[in-house]
DNA sequence: AAACTCACTTTGTGATCACAAACAGCAACT
DNA sequence: AGTTGCTGTTTGTGATCACAAAGTGAGTTT
């Protein structure tokens, strides 16, 4: 029946208080982010249908938003796939990471108040927790609410649908490089970012989300990633 | 037949080479970015179908497509409008449209060669010419092809359609903006961006995007377009 | 054996329909 | 008079259908 590598989803209940789009849509999003569907791989609209066990019609509109917000690329022949990686273009969306997100650290910085400091902190205690259990996937998500928070601290915050974009491009291969995160100890950034916040240094902050960002990543430039790039993605 | 004001909008002739979807995208698109859609004002798929003479469908997907960009906002009730703005948030797209240009004008220098350097040489002198005639429709335009010229030089580009997103969300009221430009004399930053491509100098590049940005918008600031912000934006 | 042709299948696009939620207008009540 | 409750209408969502374009594979030709 599938001529192609069958594509495995994980889904979630679904609440009857959201559209079977949205939850359409949520689901799509999170196979894309967790790397469950292959760059490359044809997708149709139908047969996502079957495996989601809905109608043509919502997944339809999912599969527009997300390429819009470019998680999935629709090419000329209106075929529709998670877009391939190279080198060049993850480096590229790494350091878009760094300029948009250390700006909008920045601009929330002076909108950060106790309550809001307070859920810094209990992430960023969480994360520890994560960290010395080797949850990789726990760290990955907590890390993500992490900085989502910081930035939404701002209430005239508009770089983070950007930056959810952003992450939305990197994720099938954060995948890849968090499974070599274990072998690595990471110096805690977050603590780094918690002090500058404390003491409103922008200056500061800038530089620990930069460096998290980029020591998150920054084994990619290893040869072995390079080639899991190419092998992933290639034709 | 119309309670709500009516809403005029510029329609284009229809290639058969693209789908009415792309068609209809490109439309309301370009209807959102030069104004002609009122900030708050409730659309509907079957009245933009209705004046768009297509049926609800390729509006349907139209629209979710322009959510996803944040050209549109989806309201909770589920009505589809162009965003409200307040002087913060425009302050807020500014300084994003800076940090993430400058970015992208600094990571685009190093792979600018001769024809592409000739385009915006080109470019550049087209933007004089429009200045001295005063055609604020043709300055806005061109001044935007500049920048993609410049940003697509690269060609491992992540941020343009971020860019885009911004350009966007600014657009309605960028024209609020430039109906007053003529009273102001601008400095051309683009001489000054060439001169900083030419000897690739990254740092000046920034310098000069950055001050294009900003006086594009620098009368923004004062009382009465605020005061025509909460006038077109306000409930 | 490699390339082309042609019939058959799959797939995205767009139209139409059914339905429940949201809305608007008007009447009744406090 | 301002608020509440009800009813008819509008509107988004989702399902189904028709069709043309793209894809697929076997059989033929050079």
Known sequence: MDKKSPIKITLTERDDSVTITQWVYRTLRNAVMYGEILPGRALTIRELAGILDVSPMPVREALRQLAAENALEIQGNRRVMVPRMTAMKFNELCEARIAIESHAAARALPYIDTPCLQRLRDLDKRIDDAQEQGDLEQISILNQNFHRALYTANPHQVTLPLIESLWLQLGPFMRL?????????????????????????????????????REGIAFAGTPELLHSFIEQSGQ
Chains 1, 2 share one sequence.
């Open 177 to 213: 490089a968090t499974s070599k995160l274990d072998e690595h100890y990471l110096v805690d950034r977050h603590n780094e970012a918690m002090a500058a916040i404390e003491k409103k240094d922008a200056f500061a902050l800038q530089l620990a989300i930069s460096a998290d960002i």
